[in-house]
């Protein structure tokens, strides 16, 4: 019952604060950027709980406990390198042209077909990327309906459907205070949202912390957990740990540089991927995403958008760590207690948040992931329904339409948006329901990293050149850039080179986009 509570508390506050700040849009840049009034601070909050996805939630405590170790955190390297380059290269041209949709840029600096392509672009990605993510919010509401039904199992077709309905509720209830608020909404829900989680997780770690045998006095807990991070013999994820408590992995292996080489390539976390691959997909996420830059854009100046976006990546780093250290903990907790964890490593700590925790906790650790998936979910549908509106419904299909035309068309294309990553997110689940091998952080994480090379690759030819690039180079820059990524997947699939990690196809993306651009003039003076 008290679960019951603090969650329906939790579904009021954002309901109330949603359509409260949201009163009184009257067009469609009030709509999509909040009359560019916004607070920083306010703004760094909506950065964070958009970005630590329910993916990020339950993937990354996943990550820790299958590695027991903090390889995964390092890639928070890059995304603070990434987000100052954001905050002192891409802001400023943004602000100086006055844009709604990102894209624009790239019609002042090259022409309206580089606009369009790049705006097709997002909005395919956005689609695949932010339905692919919404299937993690589903598991743990899955599982509670595993426990509550009292059944241990469920068959697929039937386990494939509760996915279904868990994410078509999530969305429904997002779609609507992001519907009728708009980006003020987002943003407001969004803080709220960052300090469920925050709270959320500091009480699972004491949870765990207290959970764990180890006498009774913190030296001999401390001692418990640096014995079963280090045991080798006991890991029921039958994944064979050799770097227990790392926190860098240089990816070196010694055999030479060839050697080498294919191991920094081959592997997903190390320290290369941190600085180099990490830093080229922060950029894109983060400086040619409208999901993300614009609420960058609801502050007063470039400044203040720099600083929120800045500052949320210094905090990334400890906030992955606080999620990462959960896992290890887990792995402890569930060795000392002999538990067999699920078949799907994704599901490990929404299995423990379920049939471990003490009722009020379990309901605030419900209401966090909830919040995560709600707070990512809502600013993908502001965004899609933004560009959407922006690039196609007001520059090609009604240039002449009113400002309540435009206010109107924004609404209901985020209810179209809504329903196509149900879709997406139904197909995800399907997936995973009926091959249980696939691992969907890799997945969610590297999806974009087919695409955003592309538009990174567009996006910094036009800013860090003034006379190169046109809108027919782009496009073949745009192509070669991801023909490069899925030649190099292929063949690294298919055994014929190394497999390439997920860090590196942005990177990848991004150089053979710039490179094939640089080749053509620019028709435009800047």
């Not at 590695?67 to 602000?95: E, H, M, S």
């Not at 580089?114 to 097709?120: I, L």
């Not at 298919?494 to 094939?516: D, H, K, M, Q």
Request: charged content about 15%; hydrophobic content about 50%; proline content about 3%.
């Amino acid at each position: 019952m008290i679960d019951i509570i603090v969650i329906i508390a939790y579904f009021c506050a954002i309901f109330g604060i949603g359509l409260y700040v949201g009163r009184k849009q009257e067009s469609l840049e009030s709509y999509a950027l909040g009359n560019r009034n916004l607070p920083w601070w306010a703004i760094l909050a909506s950065i964070l709980a958009a970005e630590i996805s329910a993916a990020t939630f339950l993937g990354a405590p996943g990550e820790g406990f299958a590695l027991r170790n903090f390889t995964y955190a390092q890639l928070a390297i890059g995304t603070i390198l990434g987000r100052i380059i954001v905050g002192r290269l891409f802001l400023k041209p943004y602000y100086q042209y006055n844009v709604v949709s990102i894209y624009e840029y790239l019609e002042k600096r090259f022409g309206l077909t580089t606009r369009r392509w790049a705006s097709a672009t997002f909005l395919l990605s956005r689609v695949l990327a932010s339905g692919t993510r919404l299937f993690f919010a589903g598991i743990l509401l899955v599982i509670a309906y595993m426990m509550i039904t009292g059944q241990d199992s469920a068959g697929k077709i039937e386990t494939v459907v509760i996915y279904i309905a868990a994410l078509t509720f999530i969305t429904i209830a997002t779609a609507v205070y992001t519907t009728l608020g708009g980006l003020k909404a987002v943003v407001w829900t969004d803080v709220l949202q960052a300090s469920i989680l925050a709270i959320s997780l500091i009480t699972t770690i004491g949870v765990l912390l207290f959970s764990i045998k180890g006498g009774g006095s913190w030296g001999a807990t401390w001692d418990a957990i640096c014995y079963h991070l280090g045991n080798k013999d006991y890991n029921p994820c039958q994944i064979h740990n050799l770097k227990p408590w790392a926190l860098f992995d240089t990816g070196i292996t010694g055999q030479g540089l060839m050697e080498d080489i294919r191991s920094i390539l081959s592997s997903e976390y190390t320290l290369w991927s941190a600085v180099l691959g990490s830093t080229f997909i922060t950029m894109a996420t983060h400086g040619t995403d409208q999901d993300m830059v614009q609420r960058m854009l609801a502050a007063p100046d470039s400044k203040k958008g720099a600083r929120a976006v800045i500052l949320s990546g210094l905090m990334d780093m400890p906030i992955v760590l606080i999620f990462v250290s959960c896992g290890m903990l887990l792995f402890v907790y569930f060795a000392q207690n002999g538990i067999t964890p699920p078949e799907k490593q994704i599901e490990i700590f929404p299995w423990f948040i379920i049939h471990c925790l003490p009722s009020g906790v379990r309901g605030l650790l419900v209401a966090a992931l909830l919040a995560t998936a709600m707070g990512s979910l809502s600013t993908a549908l502001n965004a899609l329904a933004t560009t959407a509106t922006k690039d196609w419904y007001v520059d090609v299909f009604r240039p002449q339409s009113s400002a309540k035309e435009q206010l109107s068309a924004v609404r209901w294309l985020t209810v179209l948006f809504a329903a196509l990553l149900i879709v997406v997110g139904a197909g995800t689940a399907w997936l995973t329901v009926m091959d249980p091998t696939v691992r969907i952080l890799p997945i969610a994480l590297g999806i974009f990293g087919y695409t955003y090379g592309s538009l990174l690759g567009v996006f910094l030819l036009g800013m860090l050149t003034k006379c190169r690039g046109n809108d027919t180079g782009n496009i073949l820059a745009m192509i070669a850039g991801f023909i490069a990524v899925i030649t190099l997947e292929l063949l690294g699939r298919y055994e014929i080179i190394p497999p390439i990690a997920f860090p590196w196809r942005v990177t990848i993306g991004t150089l053979s986009t710039f490179l094939v651009g640089a080749c053509f003039a620019s028709k435009k003076k800047m």
